[in-house]
């Protein structure tokens, strides 16, 4: 069984080595090989093949921002807006540095939800004032401010239920085979 | 008082200098102003959470002063705001300074 990605196969190797990746993106192919029981030489091609097809888009660092010494507030804006124009506001939105997030949604009313980081609550109404709300097709805005952050993680190979298939059809043929 | 600024605080602005009618931080009501008498037919209609929202930051003095460029209205509405009105005496003191000042600039040569 594979898992296709924008027409690249992936197997449960691959999965395995994303899912190391994730952990800890600074490891050698060598390291990676010894955890995952495979030759270094199989990593690297695999891992290249990934990065070639933009299966692996960047290799970054994740920074704590209040440890940092950012002392900002975040918002999630829910924007109501008129169906006909709601793809240029969101694309509109995304130019804007202070907004990081931007999703459509399809509830009752087509729906832009947004993340927004700003300064203080002052420089949050501003922004929204001055660059939001006058966008053509935008009808009304509802922000919430986040008090308190209880679990924050990025989407992972580690949280795709396919991959646990996968996975455990891997182990389940290795198994086969050693009896 | 000419005829030039009267033209000035009484013309449609653009759509970026309208006036966006909010009910606290962030939640726009999707009702804005883009004139002076556009403003004042919509004091009559928004929420009067939002005017006093608006009034007790300063918001309208501030728009009336910097981008209708009407300093004396700005200074009637910052007056005003010594008495602290709130609820429907907020709204129709507000559209009975805005009443005065509109037909006090149509009427001056």
Redesign the interface.
Known sequence: MKFKSDAVALDATDLEILEVLQKNARQTYTAIGKSLGLAHSTVYDRIKRMELHGIIKEYTAVINVEKAGAKNIIAIMTIFTDPKESNKVAEKLCEAPQIVEVYTSLSEELLIIAKVVAENQESLHEFIASSVAPLPGVLRIRTSMITKKFKETRLSIANNPKRLTLIKEKHNKIGENKR | MNEKMNSRTLRTLP??K?F?F?TS??????E?AASLKEFMAKITEVNVKSLEFHFYRGDFEKWMAEVLEDKELAEQIGTFRKMSPIGENLKNGLYRILVRRCSKLRSAP
């Open positions: 759509r970026e309208a966006y909010f931080i962030g939640n726009y009501t999707g804005s």
